[in-house]
């Protein structure tokens, strides 16, 4: 089983919709990512939050809103979003938002699934 | 810049062959990380090995083994006798360190095995 735990799996939205993606672990990391992946695409960052501060915002639009409550929680808010929108959001948690004593291995969960209408 | 390139799109094999997945990276640091991850159709990417640039020893784990070899800048992933449990899509990432952790993954291949 996963220790890196989203919520909810599966979305349908509207465009002119409020949601929110949760993510959660417990592996006492300190970085957590925003992961988004369209079919047969790789992962691609938007977001990594290290101890709880944004460290990095790959250019993502303001329809997308992170929120790192504390260490173990990673959120993602979304509003007006596209239908182009629509993909896997996979959450991840590494050691640190660095890429130094662990390599950058990062544990990922099973994403969540958006549909967007 | 960094770049990691999969060739292959996909791959289908009859359980119990071998089979190889094929993985380049460019990059210009001399001090880098390369992994693969395995998705299945669950969604999860799961870890399966990381490597640095330093160690090119070869690793087996069980059924798994991966070639590191720096002179063709690639890092291949072998399946020996392949069961219907290994089809996903595996990536193959690359990593610079020091900085924010910033995998760069390769465009997946998706493996799958029929019986």
């Known amino acids: 089983d996963t220790e890196v735990t989203q919520t909810p799996k599966h979305l349908v939205m509207g465009m002119t919709n409020k949601k929110s993606l949760k993510c959660e672990q417990h592996?006492?990391?300190?970085?957590m990512y925003w992961y988004k992946q369209k079919a047969k695409k790789p992962p691609e960052l938007m977001f990594v939050y290290s101890y709880e501060k944004l460290s990095i915002n790959e250019s993502v639009p303001s329809r997308f809103s992170p929120e790192c409550p504390n260490s173990s929680l990673l959120n993602l808010h979304l509003h007006a979003l596209q239908p182009e929108d629509s993909a896997l959001y996979l959450c991840?948690?590494?050691?640190?938002?660095?890429?130094?004593?662990?390599?950058?291995?990062?544990?990922f969960g099973e994403g969540s699934r958006l549909t967007v209408l | 810049a960094q770049k990691v390139t999969q060739a292959q799109t996909e791959i289908s094999v009859v359980e119990k062959e071998d089979v190889t997945l094929d993985c380049v990276y460019e990059?210009?640091?001399?001090?880098?990380?390369l992994f693969w991850y395995k998705q299945p159709p669950s969604g999860e990417l799961v870890f399966l090995i990381r490597?640095?640039?330093?160690?090119?020893q070869n690793e087996i784990s069980g059924r798994y083994s991966w070639n590191f070899q720096k002179s063709t800048s690639s890092f291949n992933f072998t399946i020996t006798a392949s069961q219907v449990v290994d089809s996903a899509v595996y990536f193959c990432a690359l990593n610079r360190p020091g900085g924010y952790n910033k995998l760069i993954f390769g465009a997946g291949t998706r493996l799958a095995v029929h019986p």
């Open positions: 991840a948690s590494s050691q640190d938002g660095t890429s130094g004593a662990s390599g950058g291995e990062l544990f």
């Open positions: 990059t210009h640091d001399t001090t880098y990380y």
């Open positions: 592996m006492g990391h300190r970085a």
């Open positions: 490597r640095n640039s330093f160690d090119e």
